[in-house]
């Protein structure tokens, strides 16, 4: 299967084998993100961090109601770490860049980029990327 993220869009991949079906949905926001210094339990120390919001503003996003299982959260900027938070039960999957996590839509997750470097903060903005399979 090929995924292709593309900015601003949400692509839809689908692969057909006998009778098994996949489907995998992925969006791209580019987020001005919040200056300020803080700490995380991903990463430690961080200079400015952006997150993913749903169409109502909310940070909670839940996956479109297709089969899914995984999702995968990442971002372009190569000086930090990404977290996802599932809501229900306040587990969180961290790394660095990118991060996979088992989904469903069931729940919701938050997704935090977080810059851990105070030179390379992007004043225009970062691309973060959410991938559902």
Do not use: H
């Not at 995924?3 to 995998?24: E, H, M, R, S």
């Not at 300020?36 to 503003?57: F, L, Q, V």
């Not at 372009?76 to 938070?85: K, L």
């Amino acid at each position: 299967m090929k995924i292709q993220i593309t900015p601003g869009k949400i692509i839809t991949t689908l692969l057909l084998t006998g009778f098994a079906a996949c489907v995998a949905l992925a969006d791209t926001e580019f987020i001005k993100p919040v200056i300020g210094r803080g700490s995380s339990s991903c990463g430690g120390t961080y200079y400015a961090y952006a997150k993913i919001t749903n169409s109502t503003g909310s940070a909670w996003i839940t996956p479109p109601t297709n089969t899914i299982t995984t999702g995968i959260f990442s971002t372009t900027n190569q000086n930090g770490s990404v977290m996802v938070t599932r809501k229900k039960d306040l587990v969180t999957w961290c790394s660095t860049n990118s991060v996979t996590f088992p989904a469903t839509n069931s729940t919701s997750y938050q997704m935090t980029a977080y810059i851990t470097q105070s030179n390379s903060i992007p004043t225009n903005g970062i691309n973060l990327n959410i991938v559902w399979q």
